[in-house]
């Protein structure tokens, strides 16, 4: 069973649950899952632009919208009775391009502001945020279930969102390095679950 690493699965699940009503509003209007994504991922790269652009405020609020959208889709494709394989497609190609904008953002800001620590976290960070998923699709792919880990993509965006947001608010750039070294921490941490998860499975034949 999927779980939501670090975040709590009431938490995930409410949040799932209270976009359904717009959901189906917007399904009603015409708007489709896929369109939603292009959405979300349009606002994650002018995020990203933006925390490159050392403008941590602008980009929080852009991130947390394109978050939303990120959401939104799975609900439209859920209502709309379940979703498609290019939705899904879709959906998973647009969040590596989203992950890459925002990790290649924060290198940018760490060689541009001369913060080495920075630079080489997202340099890190980046990866390792893509191994992880690589790992549970070449799983299934296999018929074997890998969700297990502290960091599926949810959970390192809420780590990564909270970095910025107390950046922007507090003033402290400091915080959103410490999101960026998180991130690859419980990434690599999920990662090593991952692979040994599977390793066990199919060492069981």
């Not at 941590?56 to 439209?76: C, R, W």
């Not at 960091?151 to 780590?159: I, Q, S, T, W, Y």
Request: charged share 15%; no cysteine.
């Amino acid at each position: 069973m999927a779980t939501h690493g670090i975040v709590p699965d009431r938490a995930a699940s409410a949040t799932r649950g209270g976009l359904a009503p717009l959901a189906r509003r917007l399904r009603a209007a015409g708007v489709t899952a896929n369109a939603v994504t292009g959405l979300g991922v349009a606002l994650s790269l002018v995020g990203a632009a933006l925390v490159a652009a050392d403008r941590p405020l602008a980009a929080l609020v852009v991130l947390v919208v394109g978050s939303v959208a990120d959401t939104l889709d799975g609900a439209i494709a859920r209502v709309s009775g379940g979703g498609t394989r290019l939705g899904a497609f879709l959906d998973s190609t647009a969040d590596r391009v989203a992950d890459a904008a925002l990790f290649g953002a924060a290198a940018w800001l760490g060689a541009w502001t001369g913060d080495g620590a920075l630079l080489f976290a997202a340099l890190v960070a980046m990866p390792l945020s893509f191994f992880v998923p690589y790992v549970r699709a070449k799983a299934e792919s296999l018929g074997v279930a890998a969700t297990v880990g502290p960091a599926p993509r949810e959970a390192r965006l809420v780590v990564l969102l909270a970095g910025i947001a107390v950046w922007a608010l507090l003033g402290l750039p400091a915080a959103f390095t410490t999101a960026i070294v998180a991130v690859a921490i419980l990434a690599a941490i999920t990662f090593v679950q991952r692979v040994a998860a599977v390793w066990r499975a199919l060492a069981r034949g």
